[in-house]
């Protein structure tokens, strides 16, 4: 796998703390007067975005304060988002370059109109929906939530999307149907990567049912209250925020409900390594990591890792009486 270690990530990669801090002070204070949005725009007036970010339309009645009750579902975290920036140049996406930092740049312009998305498999209802269905579908929610790669590094993200399950009970699954599979789009003109041979295309992923269906599970249509940069997976991609960063599959363009687990590309990649449950564990470290601890982006210091990534409250059930160390 072409990543690095944190130790291996030069500095001058991070951003600079004296910025971030200064900026974590602003952060801190908008998002106690109530406004993450505010914040967003306050920051990028006082520190412009590198040149790669295009305009970014923002969603009308997405942002409100965190209420306890939002809090305690796990919908949002009271955590410092990290920055827009951030965010959107420091990116895995293999499709367009398996460079963090050139993946913005490359996926500049990317067409995301029109845009299907395929819905089938073990259902009563199979349906294509185009992306304004998508959207229409249930209410655009704004969720903040901790995002933890697998090369332990990890950010707070307010993304905006809806929950999966609204759209897997459209189409009705049948009683048959266990999982669900996932795929990317596959096109070598739009992803210029997928001329390589550095993953096996099209980017596939998967979850159980149950994990498909929790509320927690969404696809994200945005992020910081607009729309989703190409870069972060546009115009719609999977967030299940106590896995790996890697289940969190971008630019989907099929979903399937099937009968047995589904393959997953980093599991074809190296399986020793990458199970197909990915949940954030920092006991086992199947990987050549350690996963015990994170580096958060725009922080100075490492912090431990939280056992599903500080989830367990709300998905713990799902995976009792399974031994993670097999089952990782
Ligand atoms: N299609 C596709 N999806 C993908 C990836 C990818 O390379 N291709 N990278 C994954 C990894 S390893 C991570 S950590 C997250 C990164 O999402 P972000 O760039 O929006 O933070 O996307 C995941 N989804
Ligand atoms: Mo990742």
Same mark, same amino acid.
């Given at each position: $796998?072409?990543i690095?270690?944190?130790?291996?990530?030069?500095?001058?990669?991070i /951003?600079?703390?004296?910025?971030?801090?200064?900026?974590r002070?602003?952060i801190?204070?908008?998002v106690?007067?109530?406004?993450?949005?505010?914040t967003?725009?306050?920051y990028?007036k006082?520190n412009?975005?590198?040149?790669?970010v295009?305009?970014q339309?923002? &969603?009308?009645?997405i942002?409100k304060?965190?209420?306890?009750?939002s $809090?305690?579902?796990g919908f949002?975290?009271n955590?410092?988002?990290?920055?827009?920036?951030d965010? /959107?140049? @420091?990116?895995?996406?293999?499709?367009f370059s398996?460079?963090?930092?050139?993946?913005a740049?490359?996926a500049?312009?990317?067409?995301?109109?029109?845009? /299907?998305?395929e819905?089938g498999?073990?259902?009563?209802?199979?349906?294509?929906?185009?992306?304004?269905?998508?959207l229409?579908?249930?209410? %655009?929610?704004?969720?903040?939530?901790r995002?933890?790669?697998?090369?332990a590094?990890?950010m707070?993200?307010?993304?905006?999307?809806?929950?999966l399950?609204?759209?897997?009970?459209?189409?009705?699954?049948?009683? /048959?149907?266990?999982?669900?599979?996932?795929?990317?789009?596959?096109d070598?003109?739009?992803?210029?990567? %997928?001329?390589?041979?550095?993953?096996?295309?099209?980017?596939?992923?998967g979850?159980?049912?149950d994990e498909a269906?929790h509320?927690?599970? &969404?696809?994200?249509?945005?992020l910081?209250?607009?729309?989703?940069?190409? %870069?972060d997976?546009a115009?719609?991609r999977?967030?299940?925020?106590?896995?790996?960063g @890697?289940?969190g599959?971008?630019s989907?363009v099929? &979903?399937?409900?099937?009968a047995?687990?589904?393959?997953?590309?980093w *599991?074809?990649?190296?399986?020793?390594?990458?199970?197909?449950?990915?949940?954030?564990?920092?006991?086992?470290?199947?990987?050549?990591?350690?996963?015990a601890?994170?580096?958060? &982006?725009?922080?100075?210091?490492?912090?431990?890792?939280l056992?599903? *990534?500080?989830?367990?409250?709300q998905?713990?059930?799902?995976?009792?009486? $399974?031994?993670l160390?097999?089952?990782?």
């Amino acid at each position: $796998m072409l990543i690095k270690k944190p130790d291996e990530i030069k500095s001058s990669e991070i /951003t600079d703390q004296k910025v971030y801090l200064n900026r974590r002070l602003f952060i801190r204070g908008a998002v106690l007067a109530g406004s993450v949005a505010a914040t967003g725009l306050l920051y990028r007036k006082l520190n412009p975005p590198a040149a790669v970010v295009e305009e970014q339309p923002k &969603i009308a009645g997405i942002v409100k304060p965190p209420s306890d009750e939002s $809090m305690r579902q796990g919908f949002k975290v009271n955590e410092a988002p990290t920055s827009f920036e951030d965010i /959107t140049n @420091y990116n895995n996406f293999y499709e367009f370059s398996t460079e963090k930092r050139s993946v913005a740049s490359e996926a500049r312009g990317f067409i995301t109109r029109p845009w /299907t998305v395929e819905v089938g498999g073990l259902v009563n209802k199979p349906k294509t929906f185009d992306l304004d269905d998508l959207l229409k579908l249930a209410p %655009q929610e704004e969720r903040i939530y901790r995002h933890r790669c697998v090369e332990a590094w990890s950010m707070v993200i307010p993304w905006v999307g809806f929950s999966l399950n609204a759209l897997l009970k459209q189409v009705e699954p049948l009683s /048959t149907a266990r999982y669900v599979a996932f795929q990317t789009l596959l096109d070598p003109k739009r992803l210029p990567n %997928q001329s390589t041979s550095v993953l096996d295309w099209p980017y596939v992923e998967g979850l159980r049912l149950d994990e498909a269906m929790h509320p927690l599970t &969404i696809l994200a249509t945005g992020l910081y209250g607009g729309t989703l940069p190409p %870069q972060d997976g546009a115009p719609i991609r999977l967030v299940v925020p106590w896995k790996y960063g @890697y289940k969190g599959i971008k630019s989907i363009v099929k &979903i399937s409900l099937v009968a047995d687990e589904p393959p997953t590309t980093w *599991n074809i990649q190296v399986p020793e390594w990458y199970g197909f449950y990915s949940n954030v564990n920092p006991n086992v470290s199947q990987t050549r990591w350690s996963q015990a601890t994170e580096h958060r &982006i725009g922080e100075y210091s490492s912090r431990p890792t939280l056992l599903f *990534n500080g989830y367990a409250e709300q998905v713990g059930h799902l995976y009792q009486g $399974m031994d993670l160390n097999v089952n990782y």
